[in-house]
């Protein structure tokens, strides 16, 4: 009986984590959804963890930018567990589906991390959030320099998605070249700084 129990009590913690994919680790929330404690959720997070089911994007930081988040950003490795999951069944509902930049977002930090891994180079990568509410999806460092890029749901993005990346002028490293990752077909100039790079190309 308490092996039947421990394994329903996995299936709803992976199922409350798959709805929370892409967003900032609320473990209270998780904890709440499925009616255990805080600590409960944290042991069950943790198996996922080292089962390599889910991996957490921490939050830049650095002495010059003071005012940056301290809480992680859960992802799961496998987007179709994360669509199995929330019962999307096929493409055309995901895509009309209330999470779907969600799990837009978390294929490509997922794709990044495992194009790094294949080619057995270590991945520096980090989201940006500050107490103003300025985000970007994923920053990495290559070459002393950081690179900024945002992830949407879109053909055609906005331009002002790139006046986030002014945030990081004020800190240590140089900014270099950014991205906006969308569903553009083909690869585009956002301006000479930026590029648009459509998610296939990943």
Partial sequence: MVER???????????????RAGQMLNVHDIAADVGVSNDTARRWLAVLEKSNVIFYLRPYSENLLKRTVKTPKMYFFDTGLVAYLTRYPSPEILAGGAINGAI???YVVAEILKSYS???????????RDSNAKEIDILTELGGELHPMEIKRSISPS????????VLDKGRLPRGRGAVICM??????????????????L
């Fill in 159 to 166: 331009d002002k998605l790139l006046n986030t990346f002014k």
């Fill in 118 to 128: 294949n080619a057995a180079e270590e991945c520096q990568m980090w989201y940006y």
């Fill in 5 to 19: 129990v421990d394994k329903l009590m996995f299936q709803d913690i992976i199922r409350a984590a798959a709805c």
């Fill in 184 to 201: 553009k077909p083909e690869l585009a100039i956002a301006d000479a700084a930026n590029f648009i790079v459509p998610v296939w190309m």
């Fill in 104 to 106: 837009l977002e978390n």
